[in-house]
């Protein structure tokens, strides 16, 4: 199957700073990526939807100007979390989709950013 | 009510035993579902995914979708003790990208 990565895999930070994560996908291009967010023992929740080269899509309830969103490449989408306090902790988990050949699309993750917050 | 249910667990199955699992939904427009595996810290990874009513298999994992029921289900047959994580459900309709996760279900496999 195809890889994604995430860079880095955990980070602490200081309330207050603004945090990059990074999502890329190695073997494959993206021409669209997915960001959620999962709190320990629950689902993964959809943030938003980052296509190459326009504005992501965010989903209801998620703040825009914190979480900011740059898909800059085929390959290569970030989300920052912008002034980051201590309730942003959390496993943020992105996403990539690509089209398999017979196939429908078909979407594969990353491992994973834990994102804490002190 | 979620649009998708799924019953958290536990599950705890002896090795070689079938797990079963399965997840509820009421979209009717769902017609993509698929299954993924999470080990504690990582992301999922996708183990199975159907279109529509049917059954598929992959090696030791059997997906079936029923669509009147808005049920689906996986097998695990011959568990093993790696097989020791949390399973997700997800579906979508039209819209691919947008996928509907279940809450997971955990399964322990002990020896």
């Known amino acids: 199957g195809a890889v994604v990565s995430q860079h880095p895999s955990r980070v602490i930070c200081k309330s207050g700073t603004s945090v990059k994560i990074e999502c890329r996908s190695l073997?494959?291009?993206?021409?669209?990526m997915f960001w959620y967010r999962q709190f320990p023992k629950q689902s993964l929740m959809l943030m938003a939807t980052?296509?190459?080269?326009?504005?992501?899509?965010?989903e209801q309830g998620v703040e825009k100007d914190k979480f900011l969103i740059n898909h800059a490449s085929l390959t290569l989408s970030t989300l920052t979390v912008t002034s980051a306090h201590p309730e942003d902790s959390s496993f943020y988990i992105c996403?990539?989709?690509?089209?398999?050949?017979?196939?429908?699309?078909?979407?594969?993750f990353g491992p994973g950013t834990r994102l804490t917050v002190l | 009510q979620k649009e998708v249910e799924q019953d958290p667990g536990p599950l705890s199955v002896p090795e070689g035993a079938i797990v079963s699992l399965n997840c509820t939904y009421s979209?009717?427009?769902?017609?993509?579902f698929m299954w993924y595996r999470q080990y504690s810290r990582k992301g999922p990874e996708l183990l199975m995914y159907?279109?529509?009513?049917g059954n598929k298999e992959d090696g030791r994992f059997t997906a079936q979708v029923d669509k009147s029921s808005k049920y689906i289900s996986l097998f695990i047959r011959d568990s093993q003790p790696s097989d020791s994580a949390t399973y997700l459900c997800?579906?979508?309709?039209?819209?691919?990208?947008?996928?509907?996760f279940g809450a997971g279900t955990q399964v322990v496999v002990t020896p």
């Open positions: 996403s990539a989709l690509t089209r398999e050949l017979g196939v429908t699309d078909t979407q594969y």
């Open positions: 073997d494959f291009q993206a021409t669209t």
């Open positions: 980052s296509n190459e080269g326009s504005k992501a899509t965010y």
């Open positions: 979209n009717s427009a769902f017609q993509y």
């Open positions: 159907t279109y529509s009513s």
């Open positions: 997800a579906m979508s309709g039209d819209s691919w990208g947008k996928l509907q």
